[in-house]
């Protein structure tokens, strides 16, 4: 089953803890024992899993990333968001997270971030279940 998650976003660079959605997409498609697949498809926003309960965590990601690609760099790509394609792909652009007993088998700390790194825009998400008793 696909189904997908539009998200907006606010600012330039940004990571959003869409934990909560992603968990009730999967209570919706009741689904008992599976796997859930999170793929984004745009070049200039990835996903990651990190803690969700400090958000100082989220922002020293954005701060490291940034001291990696900054913005205003040396680039061969002239559009402006030459960073914000690098940043990209250093998070990646799916993830994967089992789901036990008909919830997201999250860490306690873990949370699903989307990662915004050419904002504001509307992002989506796709999220693909697998149910294994199916
Ligand atoms: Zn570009």
Same mark, same amino acid.
């Not at 189904?3 to 907006?8: C, D, I, W, Y």
């Not at 600012?11 to 498609?29: G, H, K, M, P, T």
């Not at 900054?70 to 089992?98: C, F, L, M, W």
């Given at each position: 089953?696909?189904? =997908?998650?539009?998200?907006?976003?606010?600012? #330039?660079?940004? /990571?959003?803890?869409?934990?909560? #959605?992603?968990? =009730? @997409?999967?209570?919706?498609?009741?689904?008992?024992?599976?796997?859930?697949?999170?793929?984004?498809?745009?070049?200039? @926003?990835?996903?990651?899993?990190?803690?969700?309960?400090?958000?100082?965590?989220? =922002?020293?990601?954005?701060?490291?990333?940034?001291?990696?690609?900054? +913005?205003? *760099?040396?680039?061969?790509?002239?559009? *402006?968001? @030459?960073?914000?394609?690098?940043?990209?792909?250093?998070? *990646?652009?799916?993830?994967?997270?089992?789901?036990?007993?008909?919830? /997201?088998? /999250?860490?306690?700390?873990?949370?699903? $971030?989307?990662?915004? $790194?050419?904002?504001? +825009? =509307? #992002?989506?998400? $796709?999220?693909?279940?697998?149910?294994?008793? +199916?």
């Amino acid at each position: 089953m696909l189904t =997908q998650l539009e998200v907006a976003t606010k600012s #330039r660079a940004q /990571l959003i803890d869409i934990s909560e #959605r992603i968990e =009730q @997409a999967v209570q919706e498609a009741k689904i008992g024992e599976g796997v859930l697949y999170l793929f984004v498809p745009h070049t200039t @926003a990835g996903i990651l899993i990190n803690e969700n309960y400090d958000p100082s965590v989220a =922002q020293d990601i954005l701060d490291f990333l940034e001291k990696l690609a900054p +913005r205003q *760099g040396k680039y061969k790509h002239t559009e *402006g968001n @030459a960073d914000s394609h690098i940043k990209t792909a250093v998070v *990646g652009s799916s993830a994967i997270v089992p789901i036990q007993k008909g919830k /997201l088998a /999250l860490g306690t700390w873990q949370g699903i $971030f989307l990662c915004e $790194f050419d904002g504001p +825009r =509307q #992002r989506k998400v $796709f999220l693909q279940l697998m149910d294994e008793g +199916r």
